[in-house]
């Protein structure tokens, strides 16, 4: 029976986190997040905020490593809608796991900006909710 429980909780990694949130990366690993979201299926998008100290810096990051459109404004709204309407728009979505991993504690992008920033991220995670599509958001700092 142990061995049962063990080997489940070994497939479900997600098995104790909601199917939308936004929330500190903690005890998680990125390999092993970007391993679960292969084994359900959903998208995995992963930005590495190392060495950007700026709202313009974290943006330009995050839409380079997620491939948002050339065009994108890299500003909350702009990301807000990347992250929800025009996806929507490209058809039926499997669930994402994003990690946003070493945002930045500097002045230039305070906490303020930090907070807006999870803020696109957890209306973002209701948006997918409300569609019944798993989004989970994962992130750390520097």
């Known amino acids: 029976m142990s061995i049962t429980t ?16 936004v929330q500190s990366i903690r005890a998680f ?4 997040l970007q391993a679960e979201a292969a084994r359900l299926g959903q998208h995995f998008l992963y930005a590495h905020c190392s060495g950007t100290n700026t709202k313009q810096q974290v ?8 491939h948002f459109p050339k065009y994108f404004g890299k500003n909350f709204d702009a990301l807000a809608d990347c992250l929800t309407d025009l996806t929507h728009k490209a058809g039926a979505q499997p669930g994402f796991v994003v990690v ?12 303020e ?24 958001v994962f992130y750390s700092f520097e």
């Open 6 to 21: 063990a080997h489940f909780s070994s497939e479900s990694l997600f098995a104790n986190v909601p199917p939308n949130l």
């Open 29 to 32: 690993r990125v390999v092993d």
């Open 59 to 66: 943006l330009t990051r995050i839409a380079e490593s997620f």
């Open 100 to 111: 946003l991993e070493h945002l930045p504690e500097t002045a230039k992008f305070d906490k």
């Open 113 to 136: 900006a930090r907070e807006k920033l999870l803020d696109v991220f957890r209306d973002a995670a209701d948006f997918w909710g409300d569609k019944k599509v798993q989004f989970r």
